[in-house]
Nanobody, 114 residues
């Protein structure tokens, strides 16, 4: 099964920028990939997703600020976070889907200070 490792989280000021990376243990060209987040006391929610054909989908709350992309040659998916807000503070998880199976990374903490 594919293993996913997120990196790039940390503390960022509101209005700044941050890029998250998700490195997969195998080739990802046939996987649908996504970023989810979970804030304390809240359910995990979709942030952005990208299909194997590079079609993207975003949560309304991040449209125009965040960008998901994939580099299949590097087995990596990115989440570029521009103009983050304090309400974007959460643990961000990478997800991979293929053939009805879902795989998750361990998550990376993102904290946005006001």
């Amino acid at each position: 099964q594919v293993q996913l490792v997120e990196s790039g989280g940390g503390l960022v000021q509101a209005g700044g920028s941050l890029r998250l990376s998700c490195l997969a243990s195998e080739m990802i060209f046939s996987y649908a990939m996504g970023w989810y987040r979970q804030a304390p006391g809240k359910q995990r929610e979709l942030v952005a997703s990208i299909t194997s054909l590079r079609s993207t989908n975003y949560a309304d709350s991040v449209k125009g600020r965040f960008t998901i992309s994939r580099d299949n040659a590097k087995n990596t998916v990115y989440l570029q976070m521009n103009s983050p807000k304090p309400e974007d503070t959460a643990v961000y998880y990478c997800r991979a889907d293929r053939g009805g199976r879902t795989f998750w990374g361990q998550g990376t903490q993102v904290t946005v200070s006001s």
